[in-house]
T-cell receptor, first 114, second 115 residues
């Protein structure tokens, strides 16, 4: 049973389109994240939500809008897609209490913008 | 969070120990050392973390020098499935507020385990 699952795994779309990536975790964690891995393989945090509340927004363009309907889900909606948005997007979760560096990542969603 | 320095790549023979070094000379007293790895086409995977003492779990051992300025991740019996990029990350233990869960990944070390 997958702990952190993302859909879709692959997404190919045209510039200017709007797309969403969904994430669900069944670990009972309070905190969820979106990380982006670019073509140079650098992983960087975009957002984090704690119990449906936004707590980190790393100066991501406002074309990116995370939405957390409940603490088990964190979706990422991207408007007006640009070529530079092509990347692998990873969802992650972690427990709220205790040492906070242990994150559980999903398998990633590879977005290609043509 | 303190900056880390890792070798770009390393090789290891299958069945032998893989020792991956990490320098973090500017580490602060309240910062932990974390290790993650990323196998090709998968999400990063937590391996181990420590503050001062050496740590061991079912995946690896973490050796931290007494001055805490460097550490070594040890995979005792490397297998082909351990081929991955290994990231050493230093961060405060319980960063709240806007730092919560914020891991700063560098370029890591590409470990190749060969038969």
């Amino acid at each position: 049973d997958t702990a952190v699952s993302q859909t879709p795994k692959y997404l190919v779309t045209q510039m200017g389109n709007d797309k969403s990536i969904k994430c669900e975790q069944n670990l009972g964690h309070d905190t969820m994240y979106w990380y982006k891995q670019d073509s140079k393989k650098f992983l960087k945090i975009m957002f984090s939500y704690n119990n449906k509340e936004l707590i980190i927004n790393e100066t991501v363009p406002n074309r990116f809008s995370p939405k957390s309907p409940d603490k088990a889900h964190l979706n990422l909606h991207i408007n007006s897609l640009e070529l530079g948005d092509s990347a692998v997007y990873f969802c992650a979760s972690s427990p709220r209490t205790g040492v906070t560096g242990e994150l559980f990542f999903g398998e990633g969603s590879r977005l290609t913008v043509l | 969070d303190a900056k880390t320095t890792q070798p770009t790549s390393m090789d290891c023979a299958e069945g032998r120990a893989a020792n991956l070094p990490c320098n973090h000379s500017t580490i602060s007293g309240n910062e932990y050392v974390y290790w993650y790895r990323q196998i090709h086409s998968q999400g990063p995977q937590y391996i181990i973390h420590g503050l001062k003492n050496n740590e061991t779990n079912e995946m690896a051992s973490l050796i931290i020098t007494e001055d805490r300025k460097s550490s070594t991740l040890i995979l005792p019996h490397a297998t082909l499935r351990d081929t991955a990029v290994y990231y050493c990350i230093v961060r405060v233990a319980s960063a709240g507020g806007t730092s919560y869960g914020k891991l700063t990944f560098g370029q890591g070390t590409i470990l190749t385990v060969h038969p």
